[in-house]
């Protein structure tokens, strides 16, 4: 008989499976990833922060690896992703911090490099069409807890913080693989790409045949 949750590594037991946390991987959460693609990290972006009026924040939302949070990073991901759809350059975003009132989020989006364009003057634009792009998007009718769709404000946009990460590979490796297995895995650079690898990821240099972990 299995334990009353068998998942390891902050997975979570849904009752036919663990749900594993990001760039966790087997049946029961037991292994990191083989490749972890933190290529998106490289880039510009641009801090925001939005109050999502319709979701209250509750304490597990505190704990990045908790369903709570991770459910809720998921809608709102999914909604900016309409939200910026047609921003040029928007590459996704990533969510930094969730605090109460009703939920406050402070996320950044990233973007492609420009091109040509003074990066500083660049992302004050993009900050400014952000911002618009959000405040004039369309919501949900019915803005009660129980409606389907996130119901949102934009309360400050700022590009200060928005130039190129100053971690540098490994240590944005250490920061995106799953702890206990940070120790395992080492920047490598393939085109453009930059990704987080281990002795164990197939296709790379000197790599060996580690049989499932």
């Known amino acids: 008989p299995l334990p009353a949750d068998p998942c390891q590594n902050g997975g979570h037991w849904m009752g036919a499976g663990c749900l594993c946390p990001p760039n966790v991987d087997g049946t029961r959460c037991e292994f990191g990833a083989s490749t972890i693609n933190i290529t998106a990290e490289l880039g510009p972006s641009v801090m925001m922060r939005a109050r999502v009026t319709n979701r209250n924040f509750s304490e597990d939302m505190g704990d990045t690896s908790s369903i709570g949070y991770r459910s809720f990073v998921d809608e709102f991901s999914r909604t900016m992703d309409r939200v910026y759809h047609?921003?040029?350059?928007?590459?996704?975003?990533?969510?930094?911090?969730?605090?109460?009132?009703?939920?406050?989020?402070?996320?950044?989006?990233?973007?492609?490099?420009?091109?040509?364009?003074?990066?500083?003057?660049?992302?004050?634009?993009?900050?400014?069409?952000?911002?618009?792009?959000?405040?004039?998007?369309?919501?949900?009718?019915?803005?009660?807890?129980?409606?389907e769709g996130l119901c949102f404000s934009m309360s400050s946009s700022r590009s200060a913080l928005a130039n190129a990460p100053v971690l540098n590979a490994t240590e944005l490796c250490r920061k995106y693989t799953p702890g206990n297995f940070s120790r395992y895995y080492y920047p490598y650079r393939t085109g453009n790409s930059l990704l987080c690898v281990t002795n164990c990821t197939p296709n790379v240099p000197g790599s060996i045949d580690c049989n499932s972990g």
């Open 86 to 147: 047609n921003i040029s350059g928007y590459r996704g975003t990533r969510v930094l911090t969730l605090t109460r009132g009703s939920v406050v989020v402070n996320y950044r989006v990233l973007l492609h490099p420009p091109a040509g364009d003074k990066p500083t003057t660049n992302l004050d634009l993009r900050a400014r069409e952000l911002l618009e792009a959000a405040n004039t998007a369309a919501q949900p009718p019915d803005c009660s807890h129980s409606s």
